[in-house]
């Protein structure tokens, strides 16, 4: 059956469309790049890839300002690309290369950008929730209206810290998002066994913060839950939860064999709801898109693809007086 013909939504220009569509689709065959790349040994070490989850990150990244701030798990190269780093500097810290965003001496989990706002990757799960706190503390603190957009996993919203960080957030009023990427799974355990409530965004009512839950496949929705939750947060309101529903269509991680849940329930998903391919939808069925513009917006991300690719390989190994630099602060910032 043909699909229906859809309208782009009132609020939504083709161009912004085309926009979501780039960005989730430089996420995904950046990711699968990665993906090769391991495959190869030439990344070591733990790698998450995000499949699947593109729509979350993108979507809030368009509620966002210059000045947001963001902070992530283990599970970050789509944060990265969407705050705007350098697809070359992600790749060749991937590859553990001079070139790298911490000089090839961080790897997957472990890159940050102060021009970019973008504060990590953590592999401690959930230990970045007190610190996107921390950040929206310092916001408030300086008197600016910036915003923190915490993100964690389903498993991480069982954590202790996440609900003593919750208690402050609100005592505190602090503009802080928390974003819960309920993608069903923590490694091998589904939510099913391992929650008893299974909606985390109803948790934050025993603190007073609001929140509501989100269609993480649909990029339109995750923004437009975005802006509201912005919205609160620059007013001066404290905190807000969103529990954006995903789906992760690769393994935990590279070594994870994914025996937990059927072949079928992942094509499924892929079939059904993927991200990418509802943009795809919109924009071919609503004519804001003929085939040959995203065929020109594919060829172009695989070319920045390839190009981060080729850098992440031939950017040399980090020289061994760097195991002696980075180690401890030698100065003191004035001014973040
Ligand atoms: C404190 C801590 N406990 C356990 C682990 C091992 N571990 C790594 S990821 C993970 C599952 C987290 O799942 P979730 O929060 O749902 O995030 P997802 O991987 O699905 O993005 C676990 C238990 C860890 N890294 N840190
Ligand atoms: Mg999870």
Redesign the pocket.
């Known amino acids: 059956m043909p699909p229906k013909k859809k309208d782009a939504q009132p609020n939504v220009s083709a161009e912004e469309l085309k926009g979501y569509y780039r960005d989730m689709l430089m996420i995904r065959r950046f990711e699968e790049k990665a993906g090769q790349l391991y495959g190869m040994g030439l990344i070591g070490g733990f790698c ?1 890839l995000y499949i699947g989850q593109e729509a979350v990150v993108v979507g809030l990244e368009a509620a966002a300002k210059e000045g947001d701030k963001r902070v992530t ?3 970050d190269h789509g944060h990265m690309l969407a705050c705007g780093m350098d697809p070359k500097g992600v790749m060749a810290e991937l590859t553990g290369r001079e070139g790298g965003y911490s000089k090839g001496k961080g790897g997957s989990m472990h890159m940050f950008s102060k021009e970019k706002h973008f504060y990590g990757g953590h ?5 970045q929730v007190p610190l996107g706190a921390g950040l929206a503390f310092a916001d408030k603190y300086k008197g600016n209206d910036n915003v923190t957009f915490t993100y ?6 069982n ?1 202790g810290q996440v609900y003593e960080t919750y208690n402050m957030a609100e005592l505190w009023d602090l503009p802080v998002i928390f974003v819960i ?1 309920n ?1 069903q ?3 091998g355990t589904s939510t099913q066994r391992s929650t008893k409530s299974p909606s985390y965004w109803e948790r934050g009512a025993a603190y007073g913060i609001p929140g509501e839950e989100v269609d993480g496949m649909d990029v339109l929705a995750v923004k437009e839950a975005g802006e509201k939750a912005v919205a609160h947060c620059r007013a001066g309101k404290g905190p807000y939860i969103l529990e954006i529903k995903t789906y ?1 269509y690769r393994g ?1 991680s590279m070594s994870d064999p994914a025996k937990y849940r059927t072949r079928e329930e992942v094509q499924k998903m892929r079939d059904e709801r993927d991200p990418i391919e509802q943009i795809r939808d919109l924009l071919l069925t609503g004519n804001h898109a003929t085939e040959d513009d995203l065929k020109a917006i594919d060829k172009e991300i695989k070319g920045i693809v390839n190009e981060s690719a080729e850098f992440a390989k031939e950017s040399p190994e980090p020289a061994l007086e760097e195991l002696w630099t980075d180690i401890y602060a030698t100065e003191v910032p004035q001014e973040a």
């Open positions: 998450h798990s283990y599970r592999g401690i799960v959930a230990a964690f996993g389903d498993g991480a919203a954590q990427e993608n799974y923590a490694m992760r935990h």
